[in-house]
């Protein structure tokens, strides 16, 4: 009993990583073609069938391939030629795993073309491999300064109550687990640089940190905490700097092997573009905004917010004023890291980062910031009664994020925008409703590349009519029972029988909108609206008979609806 006492967290870790395995393989999304390999991982993903498969870096077979140019998403550059926007550190990460399902596939019947079932699966589980890892470091740091109590709490929190869970077991290929994992170890290096700098040290560092920022750049800031570790004032500061200047031959070597990790970019770059350095995202339009950070959307809006939508995140926020005499030394790299990371990530023109569970950009913080969740979880449970409030929210909010991972899984929670109206209308519901999807929002994205974030309905009226008239029908049609029974006669598997019921909505929906007139004309009145040259002679006809223009659509819809029933 003892010994399981004194090896809890490696109990939540084995555990939590067993959820994973039983969860992957209950959707088993690598089984379809198209899956996994998706998304914003094709880019990351392509340097690999590019170098090892086609031989080409500068991708110029998909001239004469064009069915992999979407499974790659390059950008076609103002010469013609082909780019990879995202960067290669991804890839590196990947290569192992892409390396055994191509051996795979070369010795089976499975095509050896990258992107068939071996290297899908493969792929999926890489992510399994690194989370592993950074929970092993990030175990290592916890236990430097909490009890296994304490370390447990703080990784089951990390890995069930955040978003990484999501990113491990469902999205698995996504930057964000390779980076909470490789941050992980980099606090470690951090610990014991600071303690004995030798040049084994400096050029993990080095490298590491190249490989970071290599995979997402913004991570540039982790440096941060590098510099600040046990730091604890103004005068301390100083005497860092003087530090880091008598041992710059240290610095040199961090230097030195940070641009060892990086010169496989800069040769890619180099290849492609005929630059060293290349800002690649400009090809899509997509910078910062640094006079227009949008820092309260993007810690508690309800469109994406970070403490929205990862809760638990919000006391390990609360947790660094905990370190000011408990942890000092991890105080000010703390604050300072997620401080100057919340304004870089706020300053992105698309600071919600795409469709995606959450604030996924902010997973890659976890490692960081769960020395000061672990700090909260030990000052509240110094007290009896403030540490039982303390275990039932960190439990409580660990069950809500599963929670909201099956309301995203179902799009109760929308991959896009949220906005208040459709984060209460399926608030602790699994499925969506009707009017979710009348209020949700999504971002204007042409406005967003300029600054500017307005919201626009995720459907336009014309869908929420047809959304409208498809219910009436599929209540239409459950009345009619010798319909009903027919579908029940082909087949009793409800896969098959709602295939079989869409079907036969499809093909009769027509002929009832017919013969309901109101509902119909609703419609009809849309398509007229949407469709501007139309619009442009409904005005002439209108201001020829000297009525309004809404009179004018009503009658020209009348006219319409009677022709289709005609036919």
Known sequence: MKQIKNNISWIVIIAALISVVIVSFGHHRWVKEGNVIEWDVKSYYSYLPAAIIYQDMTLNFLKDNPEVYDKMWPVEMDNGDYLIVTSSGLSILYSPFFMMAHGVALITDYTADGYSLPYRFSLHFSALFYVLLGLIFLRKILKRFFDEKITALTLLAVIIGTNLYYYTAFEAPMPHAYNFSLIAVFVWLTLLWHENPKIRNSIGIGLLYGLIVLIRPTNVLVILFFILWDVKSFRELKDRIIFFIKRFDLVLIMILFFLIAWSPQFAYWKTVTDQWIFYSYGEKDAGFFFGNPQIKNILISYKKGWFVYTPIMFFAFIGIFSMIKRLKQAFLPVLVYILAMIYVLSSWWAWWFGGGFGLRAFIDTCAIMAIPLASLLDVSLKRKFTGIIAIVVLLTLTWFNTFQIRQYRKNAIHYWWMNKEAYWETFLKLYTTDRYWEVLTKPDYEKAR???????????????????????YKNHIYKQKPVMDSLHAISENKEELNQHFREYMNQNIDEYILHNKT????????????????????????????????????????????QGKRK
């Open 450 to 472: 300029k600054g500017i974030y307005e919201a626009i309905p995720v459907l336009t009226e014309q869908q929420k009519n047809k959304r409208r008239f498809e219910k009436e």
């Open 519 to 562: 509902d119909t004309l609703k419609i009809i009145k849309q398509n007229i609206r949407d469709q501007q040259e139309l619009m442009e002679k409904i005005k002439d006809k209108a201001e020829n008979r000297d009525i309004s223009i809404d009179s004018m659509i009503t009658m020209d819809a009348v006219y319409l609806f009677k």
